[in-house]
């Protein structure tokens, strides 16, 4: 019994460990999924000014209409850029999310270990306290 008692305190001290590392699988998914959605909301934004820039048409001379084409370019390079981020984020968030799901599955594996392991030492005690209640009793019926 006492080797069954150690096992289910072993147990439950994984269990423990096992939730944290899923709470801390949580919360790094959480971060990626944050940092996922500040890009595309820059992407969103560096592309809306690109084309905002870009319709103008109040260039006064060919230098200023080339300024503003080779500021068009940039913002667009930008943008390029900030979604290719976005796409290596989204990559990250996914296997952030896989990573926390795994995490939970390993953590319930243990709980379900935890809850076996408790209902056979209760079934051992309850063996063991019926077969200590079921002994001849002495005396007679009579005392």
């Known amino acids: ?24 699988a949580l919360v790094e998914a959480g971060l990626a999924e944050g940092t996922l959605a500040q890009l595309q909301g820059l992407a969103e934004r560096t592309a809306r000014m690109s084309l905002d820039y870009a319709a103008r048409n109040d260039a006064e001379d060919a230098a200023a209409l080339q300024h503003l084409h080779q500021f068009v370019r940039g913002l667009d390079e930008v943008t390029n850029g900030t979604r290719a981020d976005m796409e290596r984020a989204r990559a990250i968030a996914d296997a952030k999310a896989r990573e926390a799901a795994e995490a939970e599955r390993r953590r319930a594996a243990v709980e379900e270990r935890v809850e076996a392991q408790s209902q056979l030492i209760a079934r051992k005690t309850a063996a063991s306290a019926v077969a200590l209640t079921a002994k001849k009793a002495f005396g007679t019926n009579l005392e």
Request: aromatic residues 0%; without cysteine.
């Open 1 to 24: 019994m006492k080797a069954e008692r150690a096992k289910l305190a072993r147990l439950q001290r994984l269990e423990r460990i096992r939730d944290i590392a899923r709470r801390n």
